[in-house]
């Protein structure tokens, strides 16, 4: 059978005119790359786009400036499962030994391949066609990794070709942008409302912080009740001290009064004072916190623990700045500014009557919001290298600093007792690195394992945990927006069909919401 016919020219023809297509394609998205301002779309662009080109059914695109600085990284199509055995292979497997030898492997079935074949992983999750190559010269910037095919057999040779110019061409797209996220992080957000707010006891760059700066600059002139609310250990405290610090009050008093640490039944006592005799307790006249802050501020926290009468005189005094003493029918004056913080949900607590609506209205004129360390990830080094600098000083200890790994891991970790729970961490950290005459605060300090954990123990990476990073950072982002898919991904800056691939990539379950159709 001949081939020479013009049939078979005719199609011939039309084949290399569908590869100069192809080509044509490949070379404009990879052109339109470069218009990218943000890493993390540019990352998710980038791996769709080569991803469609060879026909890959997976895909993993992950940079690393340094090993202990920086990573991102971002999956297309892939199941956890997929990801387990991914991760796996950055540590030891076929990511590894591109990443040693800064060269494309590949294999059409790493299951057959007697180089991998042996992999639990492999044989777990039976993996076939595998094409992984650098991104940038060496030392790589980082890889991109594809599994499976859409097609029979392994990639092609056109395959190999593109992924390894589309590593090339993606190396210095990524390092501008890694640089400007590098600028971004070194900037201070609160450099301009400081100039005219003192608030040193409020430490942090980050915008989420410049705006309860800006809040409380602007509340502090003004002879206003102020609410704070925020979950517990955010620096509710300190910002109510800045905010007296910086009024017209701020040479008066500033007295604290926690209302979760007093008895109910001497919290009006303690308060608004007692006549001798009022009660077992009162041998004499008692002056309450009241009294002490004339002129002054007068800063309750846990507002929401007070009793029920102890609100109704509460009321009274922000009302008509008058109040009574228990056990006195004599109403005393009162020049005090009230600043009070809580950490409970005061509206639910009006609708189930267990706190005054009226009170609730009369103390937030001017609400501010605390913001959890998970709100403010960028600040937990800064705060967590003072901390470490503050225990060292107060112990009389050499000076440390936290390793790179170990700033990570604090920013990354989860604080559900916020800045007071990291301060204690890194006391105990700095105390263990002594002991162990270590030059620096390592993770282990301040993660370590109870000593029935240790053995057998599988080591989570880094990737992994930059993994779970990025599912808790999508899953935050789409309870914020109610689980609206297009509305989160428009917040997020990346395409709605990419939403869904990190949504399954993650296993985080879709929830249709009103808007979402």
Same mark, same amino acid.
């Given at each position: 059978m001949t081939t020479s016919g013009p049939q078979y020219q005719h199609t011939q023809a039309g084949d290399d005119i569908d590869r100069a297509r192809r080509e044509r394609d490949f070379y404009r998205r990879l052109l339109d790359l470069g218009a990218q301002q943000e890493l993390e779309p540019l990352l998710e662009e980038a791996l769709g786009m080569i991803v469609g080109f060879t026909g890959a059914q997976r895909g993993y695109l992950c940079l690393q400036e340094d090993e202990e600085i920086e990573h991102w990284a971002t999956a297309y199509g892939c199941s956890e499962e997929d990801l387990d055995a991914i991760r796996e292979s950055i540590s030891r497997g076929i990511i590894a030994e591109a990443i040693a030898q800064n060269k494309t492997i590949e294999t059409n079935s790493a299951l057959h391949d007697p180089r991998f074949q042996n992999r639990m992983s492999v044989r777990v999750h039976k993996i076939e066609a595998?094409?992984?190559?650098?991104?940038?010269?060496?030392?790589?910037?980082?890889?991109?990794?594809?599994?499976?095919r859409r097609k029979k057999g392994g990639f092609t040779a056109e395959d190999r070709d593109r992924t390894e110019f589309f590593g090339k061409i993606l190396a210095p797209l990524a390092d501008r942008l *890694?640089?400007?996220?590098?600028?971004?992080?070194?900037?201070?957000?609160?450099?301009?409302?400081?100039?005219?707010?003192?608030?040193?006891?409020?430490?942090?760059?980050?915008?989420?912080?410049?705006?309860?700066?800006?809040?409380?600059?602007?509340?502090?002139?003004?002879? !206003?009740?102020?609410? !704070?609310?925020?979950?517990?250990?955010?620096?509710?405290t300190a910002l109510a001290r800045a905010i007296a610090h910086n009024s017209p009050r701020a040479s008066g008093p500033f *007295?604290?009064?926690?209302?979760?640490? *007093?008895?109910?039944?001497?919290?009006?006592?303690?308060?608004?004072?007692?006549?001798?005799?009022a009660h077992s307790m009162a041998f004499g006249d008692i002056p309450g916190k009241v009294a002490a802050a004339e002129g002054g501020t007068l800063f309750l926290d846990e507002v929401g623990e007070l009793p029920l009468d102890a609100q109704a005189k509460l009321l009274q005094l922000l009302q008509d700045r008058r109040y009574y003493p228990l056990g006195s029918n004599r109403a005393l004056r009162a020049d005090v500014r009230i600043v009070a913080a809580t950490?409970?949900?005061?509206?639910?607590?009006?609708?189930?009557?267990?706190?005054?609506?009226?009170?609730?209205?009369?103390?937030? *004129?001017?609400?501010?919001?605390m913001p959890s360390l998970s709100e403010r990830r960028s600040d937990i080094p800064l705060l967590a290298q003072h901390f470490?600098?503050?225990?060292?000083?107060?112990?009389?200890?050499?000076?440390?600093?936290?390793?790179?790994r170990a700033q990570f891991m604090c920013r990354e970790a989860s604080w559900p007792g916020n800045v007071r729970e990291l301060a204690n961490a890194i006391a105990a950290a700095v105390i263990r690195t002594h002991g162990?005459?270590?030059?620096?605060?390592?993770?282990?300090? !301040?993660?370590?394992?109870?000593?029935?954990?240790?053995?057998?123990?599988?080591?989570?990476?880094?990737q992994e945990e930059t993994r779970r990073f990025q599912r808790r950072l999508l899953q935050d982002?789409?309870?914020?927006?109610?689980?609206? !898919?297009?509305?989160?991904?428009?917040r997020l800056g990346i395409a709605r069909s990419h939403m869904y691939n990190l949504m399954a990539a993650h296993g985080l379950d879709r929830r249709k919401s009103e808007d979402d159709g």
């Open positions: 595998v094409l992984c190559a650098p991104v940038g010269a060496a030392p790589p910037l980082g890889v991109v990794y594809l599994q499976g *890694i640089e400007r996220l590098r600028r971004s992080k070194d900037e201070d957000h609160t450099a301009k409302v400081r100039e005219e707010f003192r608030c040193g006891g409020l430490l942090g760059r980050s915008r989420t912080l410049a705006e309860v700066l800006k809040n409380a600059f602007l509340a502090a002139p003004l002879d !206003i009740n102020v609410l !704070i609310t925020g979950p517990s250990g955010t620096g509710k *007295i604290e009064l926690n209302c979760s640490a *007093i008895p109910q039944n001497l919290m009006e006592s303690e308060l608004f004072g007692a006549e001798k005799g950490n409970a949900d005061l509206k639910d607590m009006v609708k189930r009557r267990q706190f005054r609506e009226d009170l609730f209205h009369r103390l937030q *004129i001017l609400p501010i919001r470490c600098n503050k225990t060292c000083q107060e112990h009389g200890l050499g000076a440390l600093r936290l390793s790179h162990e005459g270590c030059e620096s605060v390592l993770p282990r300090h !301040i993660f370590p394992e109870p000593e029935d954990e240790k053995e057998g123990r599988r080591r989570i990476s880094f982002a789409l309870e914020e927006g109610q689980w609206n !898919i297009s509305k989160t991904a428009q």
